[in-house]
Nanobody, 117 residues
Framework: QVRLVESGGGLVQAGGSLRLSCAAS????????MGWYRQAPGKQRELVAT???????NYADSAKGRTSISRDNAKNTVLLQMNSLKPEDTAVYYC???????????WGQGTQVTVSS
């Protein structure tokens, strides 16, 4: 079992920046992927960005150029730096952890990001 604890959400004006962090703990073995998804009211959960334990990254088109994901494998943490935020970025952001060996996905409890116009 893997536990994810998120922090860093909040209210920001359009054009501002936020940094989200997530710490994973528990049964963490072998290669894995950490990242962030988001879900806006009335919409499906969608990818923001992911990063593997080997350092490979994947960004949603909507996040490219404004978002940077990084991780610390020793601490099992992942950071999401979001810049030039837009009102359409308003959503609940969920930390994601996927174990490659066990093919199991874990989710954090979610953190609210609200961007005011």
């Amino acid at each position: 079992q893997v536990r994810l604890v998120e922090s860093g959400g909040g209210l920001v004006q359009a054009g501002g920046s936020l940094r989200l962090s997530c710490a994973a703990s528990g049964s963490i073995f072998g290669p894995n992927t950490m990242g962030w998804y988001r879900q806006a009211p009335g919409k499906q959960r969608e990818l923001v960005a992911t990063i593997t334990s080997g350092g490979s990254t994947n960004y949603a088109d909507s996040a490219k150029g404004r978002t940077s994901i990084s991780r610390d494998n020793a601490k099992n943490t992942v950071l999401l730096q979001m810049n030039s935020l837009k009102p359409e970025d308003t959503a609940v952001y969920y930390c994601y952890f996927y174990t490659h060996w066990g093919s199991t996905a874990y989710w954090g409890q979610g953190t609210q990001v609200t961007v005011s116009s």
